[in-house]
């Protein structure tokens, strides 16, 4: 049968391709299922996709679930080995149909998995629920943003499910502490329980795309010629991501650096907002809100400068992404992107909400020299602490540990921050 399966309605009974019998795994092969919200090519998303693609020669059977929407990433996943399975929800969030969650009870009663791997906090809720009551061995979370990105109601379910983990990852020391931080209401949430996996790029195969690319034809696309000053901003078009601070430092941008420009490429509920407030401002001419882009890499070969005005993030991947591409980074000083972005070594850091703070490290940025050092200096900070094969490396290995196929003793040492 095929590797990927679509489940719209319960099959059944003795028709199952759900069954065990159409998914064993040999005795030495650890089984894994990673439930997730949809395979849009966010963040979370893309991390689980890099995770299936590095380790699909070792000895796993990946599985990938998710409760509907968007599958821009479906085929990459199967193209990597993954058996993708659908459970048929509709709607901008489908996580919240609640039709997937008999289809998605089912399906883990009548299918075995050695690890069950939960990412974002809907899909950990309800992953530890089900996990639990269809006997998976061992439950694993990976927290990617800190609470307060998250509704309340999501929180505390987060909270109050949180001890059906065998193991709970944070993808920063910034993300850990904004969550155990909480654990004084929950005294069973210790430290013990937590790791910490930052997130990884694979950086040869992305250079290499960058490289490839043609970033004189997106300046083209936009109007720009070679010599605009470029910035860039790859991110969800939501409150979280602050763009209409990055809007208003351009106002004060082109003040000294009147031929600049930045995109602002992404998607998401803010858009039509975002366009209103670039045109109310007068800034057409120097900010551009591109939207969906069929591919990125040539935005990246394009840019001069990489900038991110975040109020919180986990550990940002386009952040990782632009470091890889030496583009040097202007972004806010907050947990999460401080670990991976070194103020007056790779980029610079700015306090969140504060566009002429902003607008000032833009400008700094506009020296080609300053921009070559810390471009450099980024480049070689992702390839010596946040490359995939790090972050596989230790997500194989907890794998491992919690299935008994790896000594235990200091199993919280052997993964967690060895980079």
Known sequence: MSRSDTTHEAPTAGTDSYDDASHQSPDETVRVCF????????????????????????????????????????????????????FGAVGEFPQFDPR??????????????????CHLPYSQSLGRLVGSVADVDHIVSTQHNVPANYHPIERVAERLTRPLDSRTVAVSEGVQTAFTGESEVFHHDTGRQWSTIPNGIDVDAFAGSVDAADGRAVRQEWGLSDSDPL?????????????????EAMGEVIDSVPSAH??????????????EKVQSAGLSEAVTVTGRVPEIHGYYAAADAFVSASAFEGLPVTILEAMTAECP???????????VVLDGETGRLVPPDEPTQMAAAM???????????????????VRNVFTVEQMVSRYTRLYRSLDGRQRRENNAGEYENDA
């Open 35 to 86: 439930l997730i919200n949809k395979l849009a090519p966010d963040g979370a998303p893309t991390i689980v996709l890099n995770l299936v693609e590095q380790a699909r020669d070792q000895p796993f059977d990946f599985t990938v679930c998710f409760f509907g929407g968007d599958d821009t990433l479906r085929t990459d996943f199967e193209d990597a080995g993954a058996r993708v399975v659908d």
């Open 100 to 117: 997937s969650l008999p289809r998605m009870l089912r399906f883990f009663r009548r299918t075995s998995f050695d690890i069950l791997h």
């Open 231 to 247: 910035y860039l901003n790859v991110a969800r078009y939501e409150p979280q991501k602050r763009q209409s601070t990055l809007i």
């Open 262 to 275: 930045l995109l602002i490429v992404g998607w998401g509920s803010l858009e039509a907002s975002l366009r």
């Open 329 to 339: 980074v202007v972004a806010t000083d907050i947990d999460g992107v401080r670990e």
């Open 363 to 381: 400008r700094e940025l506009a020296d080609h020299a300053t921009r070559e050092r810390y471009g450099e200096q980024g480049c070689d900070r």
